[in-house]
């Protein structure tokens, strides 16, 4: 979450140093608050926001319930968090669907918040849960908005209602009137609206969404903003409110480097919950926002839940079982092995995956650094390799790992890393699949401990060579070892130094999660 980074680096350390008290004095609490206000208005929250949200934690944490703790640091921890979730909204808050279908979501913002393409992902989404959305286009003025809208709708697989050309000609609610009556015709059971917008709030932007939400009686409203625009997103949401109303809020470039002051300000200071959070550009990199997940990750605490529910989506379960049940009978392969590792892909980014475990926002330096291409790297030296060098990594001779290394691009240390690496996930992942607790010395590594494959890694970069008794081996591992010692730092996987989760870190989230 770069986008609460900052904040929730400031957040951390003043928590840190609470936690070397051991009882707090009115002092300690005035401090921290005082902290905690600091890092609010630089994240841009609103100052109303701020006063009223520092106001109760200070109330809460001068009172009994911190007095009378155990652990007085973690009870303000507590306090903060739970005062975090209600400025976020409370409780999550999921789309409403019509009795009677169908469903008609409008969509409103400025030009440039991300409306279409949000229209495109919460399709995709919708169909993804078993509905049948249209989208309809009457943002008929922003030049080729239409034509943006079906490129969009396309690579959602969704349908579109388009009758006019736009860039200027056709009227947009006559449009969003028809596509309504379309969408019934054909039994659609979601229409998507997806309106014009302007550089900044005017009367005849509110006039035209006023005119279309009468004339279509959505369900939703839903206003998408820029997370990234900061103290502005106050003003506007108050100026659409009032002008045209909405239902719910969607949070738009969660993923940039903004401060995050709009998630802060925008479901607090318009009484309206925040439904859905844009965290990417693919049509995938959509949540649904959950106020005390979202609380959890700006304090560093994890979103643990979040994580799961992706591993589900993304894992077939009985494809589960049969690799716990290869596991268990010691028959686990590198054919398995990759079969895994693209199922993990199909969760997203590792970057936002590793984000999402507790503490990692104190290794955001490593997690920044981790190259997503090493999975990539990884598939090219498995691929090389013949079926049955796949099922028993044993019979890789010396001419065979050369092979291998000369058909992905790779060096043969990257062979010899990758298939050590193996050996280490293979035996983890068996420790799980029995029920037992792994050991994470890929994870040790990004917090710079390096796992024991690692020190032999090293010690065999410092012998200065390969003792291979074959000439051809020892030209090709001492040529590997030249080139893995002058690649960049930062490589994952084994495929240079270990500084970065590795494959049997990624195999072991995997395994954790893919049962469900």
Do not use: W
């Not at 860039?167 to 609610?173: F, M």
């Not at 050991?439 to 494959?453: C, F, L, T």
Request: glycine share 10%; charged share 25%; hydrophobic share 40%.
């Amino acid at each position: 979450m770069a986008t609460f980074g900052t904040l929730s680096d400031r957040l951390t350390e003043t928590f840190r140093n609470l936690r070397t008290k051991g009882k707090l004095s009115p002092a300690d609490i005035d401090g921290t608050v005082r902290e905690i206000r600091r890092a609010l208005l630089d994240a841009d929250v609103a100052l109303q926001v701020v006063k009223e949200f520092t106001g109760k934690v200070r109330e809460r944490a001068l009172g009994d319930e911190v007095s009378r703790a155990l652990n007085p640091a973690q009870q303000v921890v507590q306090i903060v968090n739970e005062e975090l979730v209600a400025i976020l909204g409370g409780q999550q808050r999921r789309l409403q669907f019509a009795k009677q279908p169908p469903t008609v979501i409008m969509l409103a913002g400025l030009q440039g918040s991300g409306k279409t393409t949000f229209a495109g992902k919460l399709a995709k989404q919708l169909e993804k849960d078993g509905h049948t959305p249209l989208l309809v286009a009457c943002d008929l003025q922003r030049p080729n908005a239409v034509n943006q809208l079906t490129v969009v709708a396309e690579r959602a697989g969704a349908a579109i209602y388009a009758p006019e050309p736009g860039n200027g000609v056709g009227d947009p609610v006559k449009v969003a009137r028809d596509g309504v009556e379309h969408a019934r015709r054909q039994q659609f059971d979601t229409v998507i609206i997806d309106t014009a917008g302007r550089l900044g709030v005017d009367a005849e932007l509110m006039k035209q969404a006023a005119d279309i939400r009468k004339a279509t009686a959505p369900d939703e409203v839903l206003f998408v903003i820029d997370a990234m625009i900061g103290q502005d997103a106050v003003n506007t949401a108050k100026a659409f409110q009032d002008g045209v109303d909405f239902t719910g809020v969607v949070l738009s470039k969660l993923d940039g480097d903004a401060r995050g002051g709009a998630a802060l300000s925008v479901a607090s200071v318009t009484g309206r919950p925040i439904i859905f959070a844009s965290t990417g550009e693919g049509l995938d990199d959509l949540e649904p926002f959950h106020p005390d997940r979202m609380a959890s990750r700006i304090l560093d605490l994890g979103d643990i839940l979040t994580l799961i529910e992706q591993a589900q989506q993304a894992f077939d379960e009985e494809e589960a079982q049969r690799v716990a049940e290869k596991l268990a009978t010691e028959q686990f392969t590198l054919e398995d092995f990759l079969e895994q590792l693209q199922q993990v892909r199909k969760m997203g980014s590792m970057k936002k995956m590793l984000g999402m475990l507790p503490g990692m926002g104190q290794m955001k330096q490593q997690i920044e650094n981790f190259d997503e291409r090493e999975i990539d790297r990884t598939e090219a030296i498995i691929r090389s390799m013949t079926p049955g060098e796949r099922r028993n990594p044993k019979v890789l001779n010396g001419s065979r790992r050369l092979r291998i290394a000369r058909g992905s691009g790779m060096t043969v240390t990257d062979v010899n890393q990758l298939v050590q690496r193996f050996d280490q996930a293979a035996k983890m992942m068996k420790t799980v699949a029995r029920g037992g607790v792994p050991s994470m010395p890929g994870m040790g590594a990004v917090g710079g401990k390096p796992g024991a494959s690692s020190k032999r890694g090293k010690k065999q970069k410092s012998g200065g060579g390969s003792r291979s008794g074959n000439p051809a081996k020892r030209a090709a591992e001492n040529a590997g070892i030249t080139s893995a010692s002058t690649a960049a730092s930062g490589s994952g996987f084994g495929l240079g130094a270990p500084a970065q989760p590795s494959e049997a870190d990624l195999a072991e989230i995997q395994k954790l999660f893919g049962k469900g």
